[in-house]
């Protein structure tokens, strides 16, 4: 079954490249057709320190994509994730507030622009936001209170803690998404959630390293130990 999946989910990527190749050659401003566009275009570019900047195309991008029905797991994935992303860059805020350190905020940039992107989705199928009005620390989702609650409390302990803290909050967003990349299947939706999960990775690597550096090993929570040591072995992903 997972095999059929990972088919189905092959095929229906590969008719959304060539569908978005197309769409950026009709908007390219010029009314050559010999210019090629890319053939797989990024929603969000993560560089290498972490930073995540967005497609300047990017809301076109997702209103191009079909409009497609939103089953109740999809409309719960949509607000969870929201909500997720503004908690990660809550908590990141509170660390740096606390510590200082450039990584907290640098971090928590990244992570405004991730739950950006998941309201252009909340707003293109004209549903509520979840996140509304809610200052830094407050959620509508009560486990993501209780989890904001427990992690601002333990950064506080002491940087390595902080630290922790932020692999931890990397790893269960990579969690997250995986678990929601296999329920979803609206093609906007998809895109959007690998792109976050893109980001996720990269900003495991940079806690990591921040934790390498002061001989700390962080031990996965939530996703397996394998996958842990191939995101941080391997080199920082990029859209260049």
């Not at 090629?36 to 997702?62: K, Q, R, Y």
């Amino acid at each position: 079954m997972l095999t059929d999946l990972n088919l189905i989910q092959r095929g229906r990527m590969a008719f959304l490249s060539v569908g978005i190749a197309t769409l950026l050659a009709a908007c390219g401003g010029s009314s050559s057709s010999s210019v090629p566009a890319p053939a797989d275009p990024l929603l969000l570019d993560v560089s290498t320190s972490g930073a995540t900047s967005v497609n300047p195309n990017l809301w076109d991008l997702i209103n191009t994509l079909p409009f497609e029905p939103l089953s109740d797991t999809e409309l719960a994935a949509l607000a969870f994730m929201r909500e997720e992303e503004k908690l990660a860059q809550d908590v990141y805020l509170d660390m740096y507030d606390r510590w200082g350190i450039p990584i907290f905020v640098d971090i928590a940039d990244s992570e405004q622009t991730h739950t950006d992107v998941v309201l252009r989705l909340i707003e293109k199928y004209g549903l509520a936001d979840p996140a509304e009005g809610k200052p830094r620390g407050e959620f509508s989702d009560a486990s993501l209170q209780g989890l904001y609650d427990s992690l601002t409390a333990q950064g506080s302990a002491s940087l390595v803690d902080a630290l922790i803290v932020g692999a931890t909050i990397e790893d269960l967003d990579i969690f997250d998404l995986h678990r929601q990349l296999a329920l979803v299947d609206n093609q906007d939706i998809t895109v959007v959630f690998e792109n976050l999960q893109k980001g996720s990775r990269n900003h495991l690597r940079a806690f990591y390293t921040s934790l390498s550096d002061m001989s700390i090993a962080y031990t996965p929570v939530y996703i397996s130990q394998q996958e842990y040591d191939e995101i941080v072995n391997s080199a920082m992903e990029s859209g260049q």
